[in-house]
């Protein structure tokens, strides 16, 4: 019975901030945003997260499948992650500060394989293809705090097929299809509170979606490239193991997403990426209903992200980017605008051969501000590499 009155609370928190009440104030995800898709290369990671025009040989499926035809030769890429993060409230009245601990938690998110110049006709026209696997939303992580710990794995892993055209290597056209692959989620909760029972649950998530993506070489200074992914919706079901068995079903409504981006070559050595993306988060929608709202009437404005990288001699690689979240504030908050994440990036290129390279990378994001009843802080730390092999 405490086991199930713990898990019933869980609930109704959980409930309370996915659909725009703030009892907790926050995902149960490492994401700010728990619906934010994963960008799976580490060399895009270290550029500002910009990653049209810098993802790595057979990553591009991933990120931009319209360049996949620019490579001539065969490339397989395999991308891992490290997390690790921090959230902290600090009360008004009693000045309490209460700390939630993401510790390290590690993965591999991505596997790519690119062929080279599948069907080439003269020179004018060549085709390549690619497949893929990947972890789209990530809800991998380990949080603790002074009453429970919460490890959670899995998310929305998808099988990617892609398709490459390059007309007169001037312009690029792709499209990619993403189905759902060993989706699998599972959440343990260990309570340090003797009044409760610890549980976990068990789960999938579910969504098949395609990405059209162009890309533009003006000269050799200039390329600018445009992605789109439409909407679509994400189905998740799980059951929370106990004695009396609770089955929850949930379907989201995930707005599309369209990205722009330019790359500029300003000398030899310095390369500047930038993007532009939207972030509809006033239409995401849980079970039909406003996802991010304030109320029930008062739905979350729009937000976009920013993207900028400079990578010098084609190894070393720093980066910024801003992204707009969710609305983390009391509901009494009167803006409905979303608030803005702010992150710092890093990276390193080694070439250990002419057909064997590893890219590194670091962020650093951050998210500060006040709400009802008193100051939060966020702070998000991610690693990680992505090894390729040409041949």
């Given amino acids: 019975m405490k086991k199930v009155v713990f898990v019933l609370l869980y609930l109704s928190c959980l409930c309370s901030i996915l659909n725009g009440h703030t009892i907790i104030r926050r995902w149960n995800t490492f994401n700010l945003n728990g619906l934010e898709p994963e960008i799976i290369d580490s060399k895009a990671q270290s550029l500002g997260r910009a990653s049209l025009f810098t993802s790595s040989g057979a990553n591009n499926l991933f990120n931009n499948t319209s360049m996949l035809s620019k490579f001539d030769c065969k490339n397989i890429q395999v991308s891992y992650r490290i997390n690790y993060g921090e959230s902290k409230s600090t009360n008004y009245d009693f000045s309490n500060t209460y700390t939630n601990y993401y510790k390290f938690h590690m993965k591999l998110n991505g596997i790519a394989f690119s062929t080279s110049d599948l069907y080439q006709f003269s020179n004018k026209l060549k085709i390549n293809l690619a497949i893929g696997y990947r972890t789209y939303i990530d809800w991998g992580y380990k949080r603790e705090t002074s009453t429970y710990i919460i490890d959670s794995n899995g998310g929305l892993n998808l099988i990617v097929l892609g398709s490459s055209i390059c007309i007169k290597d001037t312009y690029f056209f792709g499209l990619s299809y993403n189905y759902p692959f060993q989706c699998a989620t599972s959440t343990k909760f260990k309570s340090n509170n003797v009044l409760y029972d610890s549980y976990k649950t068990n789960g999938t998530m579910k969504a098949s979606f395609f990405v059209l993506s162009s890309s533009y070489i003006i000269n050799k200074s200039y390329n600018i490239s445009v992605r789109f992914r439409p909407d679509f919706k994400l189905k998740r079901e799980f059951k929370i193991s106990d004695d009396e068995d609770i089955d929850t079903k949930i379907e989201y409504d995930v707005p599309y997403e369209l990205a722009i981006a330019v790359k500029i070559l300003s000398s030899d050595h310095i390369n500047i990426f930038a993007e532009y993306l939207t972030c509809n988060l006033g239409e995401y929608k849980q079970n039909d209903e406003y996802l991010y709202s304030l109320d029930d009437n008062d739905k979350s404005e729009n937000g976009h992200t920013i993207r900028i990288g400079l990578e010098y001699n084609e190894n070393y690689r720093l980066g ?27 990276g390193y290129g080694f070439i250990l051969s002419s057909i064997l390279n590893v890219n590194c990378f670091t962020t650093y994001s951050f998210l500060n501000y006040d709400d009802f009843y008193g100051n939060c802080s966020d702070f998000r730390i991610k690693a990680g590499c992505s090894v390729g092999y040409s041949f």
């Fill in 320 to 346: 910024f980017y801003s992204q707009s979240v969710p609305i983390y504030t009391h509901p009494s908050r009167v803006s409905n605008k979303p608030q803005t994440e702010f992150g710092f990036t890093a």
